[in-house]
Each structure stands twice: as structure tokens, then as C-alpha cells.
């Protein structure tokens, strides 16, 4: 059964929680709490959200966030969507800037966002640092056999 759609309305204030697969670690230190309270200040500037409280614990985190519009799901896809791609593929934000703008790794992430959320070619292009939209859009645009397949991508991360 699935669970209810969750209403979103102007002002409301929620009580957010995320927790690691099976309760593992999503923080391992000091450094990666940072840059998620980096990237949650990027979220509260896209959003508009206001952050009334946060508790960030070893392996899951708790935010009372109030939001102006009714963007919460938007605005916490934005928030995690990327980041837990990033762990999939095993690279941090250093490994993601080495890699060169048009890596098939990249571009393959580029589409899996394209598709599955709502993020513009600009966000897509600055957040995995591949050089302009127009860019990506023409790496997007190339014909699908040039694209890797998923074992190929795992292969290309390592």
C-alpha cells in the first residue's frame, strides 16, 4: 500500500527526518556535516525554506523547516537527490571536480536528473561543474548508443 501524498501548503512547517539505509552512517565526520549544512543552506536559498531547528546524528537527521511556498518535496529532492547519487557512483565533491566536464559518468547522471526531477540544465551543469547548460544540453541530445550502459558506468567510476 502506498502511503498518502504528503499536502503541501503555503507557511507550513514541518518536521523533517532522513535516516541511512538500513540506519548506516550518512555522516562520517565533522567534514561531511558541513557540506550538507552547505547544501542545505543552498536548498533554503532556491527554496526560500526557513530553518527553525536541525539535529544531524551519525547515521540520520532531523530539520523543523518552514516553507513559504509549498515546495517541500521539490526542495528535499533538490537536497538529497545529488548527494545520494554521488555516494552510489563512491565519489565525494573532490572526486566529482577532477572528473572532466564530459566523463560518461557524468553525462549519465546528468540524464538520470534531467529525468527524474525538475532541475534546470543551468543547476544540472553547475552542480556536477560541467561547463555551461548549453553544453550539457548537447552532450543530452547525443544519439543514446554513445551512452554507456550501467555496468560500463560502474566500471568507469572505479
Request: net charge positive; hydrophobic share 40%.
Amino acid at each position: 500500500m502506498s502511503r498518502k501524498l504528503r499536502l503541501e501548503y503555503l507557511g507550513a512547517m514541518y518536521h523533517v527526518m532522513s535516516r541511512g539505509d538500513q540506519r548506516q552512517d550518512i555522516f562520517r565526520d565533522d567534514d561531511d556535516r558541513e557540506k550538507f549544512l552547505s547544501a542545505l543552506g543552498e536548498a533554503c536559498v532556491k527554496t526560500e525554506w526557513q530553518v527553525q531547528a536541525y539535529c544531524l546524528m551519525r547515521n540520520h537527521f532531523h530539520l523543523v523547516l518552514e516553507t513559504p511556498q509549498p515546495n517541500l518535496v521539490f526542495g528535499m529532492k533538490w537536497l538529497l537527490g545529488l548527494r545520494e547519487e554521488l555516494a552510489r557512483l563512491g565519489w565525494d565533491e573532490d572526486q566529482l571536480r577532477a572528473r572532466r566536464k564530459g566523463h560518461r559518468a557524468k553525462v549519465m547522471l546528468a540524464r538520470r536528473l534531467r529525468q527524474e526531477t525538475t532541475m534546470s540544465l543551468k543547476w544540472i551543469a553547475q552542480r556536477l561543474q560541467m561547463g555551461s547548460w548549453t553544453y550539457v544540453s548537447n552532450l543530452l541530445n547525443e544519439p543514446p548508443q554513445t551512452q554507456p550502459q550501467a555496468q560500463e558506468v560502474l566500471r568507469l567510476c572505479q
